[in-house]
């Protein structure tokens, strides 16, 4: 039985690309240097297993995030003519983080959550002909958006801001 093989270089530089992410990002994810992810890029130094399995998993909640998402867009729009959609994604990782909590564990950085975001866009519109149109939040046009509507800080009022700037 042969041994399995890890990710080669390409295909560590590939998955962090399409992630969006920088070489650092990639080193604070997987708590190593950036160093380490430029020879692994290299193929000067294999990835350890662990950074690996952290980053396959990472593309993991992603393609879970995407199919969740795109099968609840489906069902929405079996009833539903609109064939529009907005989704908040996170010009900084401030806003993210002060947004999205539950998010940092499986997703820490605003970039793999607007990635996350991109994908369900492409799906979305190859899949499903709905265009889906991604908006940065812009917080404090949110915040008297929510105070002029009544409503309380949640996601759906996230998503019921981001409508109003299609």
Known sequence: MSKPSGLNAIEMQCLRQSFGLTVEQVALITKTTSEAVIAWEAGEAEAPIPAQKKLLEIDDI??????????????????????????????????????????????????????????????????????????ALDAEAYKTYRADSGMSESRESRAKWAATQL
Do not use: H
């Open 62 to 135: 992603i393609e879970m995030q995407v199919l969740n998402t795109t099968d609840g867009i489906e069902e929405l729009f079996k009833k539903e003519p609109k064939r529009r959609l907005a989704f908040v994604v996170y010009p900084t990782q401030a806003l993210y983080t002060q947004y999205n909590p539950e998010f940092l564990s499986s997703l820490p950085v605003t970039e793999l959550y607007n990635t996350a975001a991109w994908r369900i866009k492409k799906e979305c519109k190859l899949v499903l002909e709905v265009d889906v149109s991604l908006i």
